[in-house]
Structure formats: C-alpha cells, structure tokens
C-alpha cells in the first residue's frame, strides 16, 4: 500500500524522521498513523545500536549557565563528522544534555546515561542520544562533562 502524503507529512514534522523511513514506516503499517510511529522508534533504536561501534572524532563543547548564573555546565559530545555537529538538531540535544547535569548533577557519563530525562520522565537521556542517532543517521556520544556550581 502506498503511504498516504498527508499522513507522511505529519509523520515527517512530528518525529524528523526522513521522508524515506516515515515512507517505509507508513507502508509497513498500512498508513496506520501510530502504528507507524512505533516502528519509527523500533526502528530507529536498532539503527543507533547498529552505529554504536562507528567512532565518534567530531562534534561540540557546548557551555551552558543556567538562570541566575550559580550552576554552569561544560559538555563535550562527540560524533562522526562536522556536518552533523552543526546540526540544530545535534546542539539541541548537547543543550538538552547540559540541562539535565545542571539540574540533576550526574557524578560521571554512566550514570548520566540512565537518569529520567528531565523533560519526559518516560525516557532515560540514553534514550534521548538514540532518537537523535535515528534522526542524524550518526553515532553520538557523551565524551565528558563538568559542572560548576558556586560555593561547591
């Protein structure tokens, strides 16, 4: 069955996703809207496990102060070539990233890696960087990070 345009629109700004997999996924589902976006995220997690052993030598140190200037976080985030490091999509998730050690000050990358995301309680910030390497097509990882916070 072919995808219906509508439905591939939407599925398309919703998930940014690429045309070619909301496609795959529409057809797969018989243009089932939810069913296609849960094959999307299946999908999408096998993709990033299947890229987790690309090396990661490109990528941004991003700084983040948060309100009030007290809490200030330093992250590096790493992935496959500079293209993608100047993604929006990819500095979003390096600020998305720098919030959480601000707001729940992570000891190491580890345990970073499994805290709740602080905005969907749903998802861990492991699952955060794999819906980004589903949507950037690149391994991405977290190298390093430091907070600073005044008086510690």
């Known amino acids: 069955m072919a995808a219906d345009i ?33 094959w999307l995220a299946k999908n999408g997690l096998e993709k990033a496990a299947k890229k987790s052993g690309r090396e990661a030598k490109q ?9 009030g200037g ?20 990819f500095k979003k998730l390096a600020q998305e990233i720098a919030m959480q050690v601000s707001a729940m000050n992570p000891k190491d990358v580890e345990t970073l ?21 589903a949507k950037l097509g690149e391994n991405t990882v977290i190298k390093r990070f430091t907070r600073f916070e005044i008086g510690e």
């Open 6 to 38: 509508e439905l591939l629109k939407k599925l398309r700004n919703e998930t940014q996703v690429s045309l070619a997999d909301c496609r795959k996924a529409l057809e797969a589902t018989e243009n089932d809207y939810e069913k296609a976006k849960a």
């Open 59 to 67: 990528g941004i140190v991003h700084a983040y102060i948060h309100a």
């Open 70 to 89: 007290r809490v200030g976080v330093l992250l590096e985030l790493a992935c496959e070539t500079d293209f993608v490091a100047r993604t929006d999509e």
């Open 113 to 133: 890696m499994k805290q709740e995301y602080i905005r969907d309680g749903s998802k861990t910030i492991e699952a955060l960087v794999k819906e980004t390497i």
